[in-house]
T-cell receptor, first 114, second 114 residues
Framework: DAMVIQNPRYQVTQFGKPVTLSCSQTLNHNVMYWYQQKSSQAPKLLFHYYDKDFNNEADTPDNFQSRRPNTSFCFLDIRSPGLGDAAMYLC?????????????FGPGTRLLVL | AQSVAQPEDQVNVAEGNPLTVKCTYSVSGNPYLFWYVQYPNRGLQFLLKYITGDNLVKGSYGFEAEFNKSQTSFHLKKPSALVSDSALYFCAVKGGAGSYQLTFGKGTKLSVIP
């Protein structure tokens, strides 16, 4: 089945130690998104790629970066995780740009910062 | 700016009874409305969406939603609730043809009581 895959499902890191979360998709979608979801809150968009074009949300901290080496893969890099970065990180994809396009989500990676 | 309100943090319903999860929205231009469900420690699963056309939208797992333009609402409904429907439900909106940003409500926890 076509899907959005996130690895690992759970990630433990130490305060200040860089961490990378990965997302892959078999849907061949043009757009990939990264969301942060803290406990009992709505997902918050961090950034997205339309093909290779990167779009950062205005309030996304500089500590968060992303890479998309090809259509299938997208990475979220947290350069120096703080305790406040502990959250569920959700990757999503959509086929294309128009507003009516559905975003399909992966299962998420839960990040714990010690 | 676009926004979504889910006025109930929690909805309790007995198994077999009809359920409604409420959502109202605010957006410039034509709204594109979505419902997602999230089970514990999982990603968001797409249920249904409204783009245009018939105000009653049918989706996955027997869910449906009614778009009401005058009341700016998009309530999620199901005629007969199952215990397995217990989860966190998110309403989301995109506004305008060129909009990519999916704005989520804060979520409503649905508990179906056996």
């Amino acid at each position: 089945d076509a899907m959005v895959i996130q690895n690992p499902r759970y990630q433990v890191t130490q305060f200040g130690k860089p961490v990378t979360l990965s997302c892959s998709q078999t849907l061949n979608h043009n757009v990939m998104y990264w969301y942060q979801q803290k406990s009992s809150q709505a997902p918050k968009l961090l950034f997205h790629y339309y093909d290779k074009d990167f779009n950062n949300e205005a309030d996304t901290p500089d500590n968060f970066q992303s890479r998309r080496p090809n259509t299938s893969f997208c990475f979220l890099d947290i350069r120096s995780p703080g305790l406040g970065d502990a959250a569920m990180y959700l990757c999503a994809t959509s086929r294309d740009w128009p507003a009516g396009e559905t975003q399909y989500f992966g299962p998420g990676t839960r990040l714990l910062v010690l | 700016a676009q926004s979504v309100a889910q006025p109930e943090d929690q909805v309790n319903v007995a198994e077999g009874n009809p359920l409604t999860v409420k959502c109202t929205y605010s957006v410039s231009g034509n709204p594109y409305l979505f419902w997602y469900v999230q089970y514990p420690n999982r990603g968001l699963q797409f249920l249904l969406k409204y783009i245009t056309g018939d105000n009653l939208v049918k989706g996955s797992y027997g869910f449906e939603a009614e778009f009401n333009k005058s009341q700016t609402s998009f309530h999620l409904k199901k005629p007969s609730a199952l215990v397995s429907d217990s989860a966190l439900y998110f309403c989301a909106v995109k506004g305008g043809a060129g909009s990519y940003q999916l704005t989520f409500g804060k979520g409503t926890k649905l508990s179906v009581i056996p």
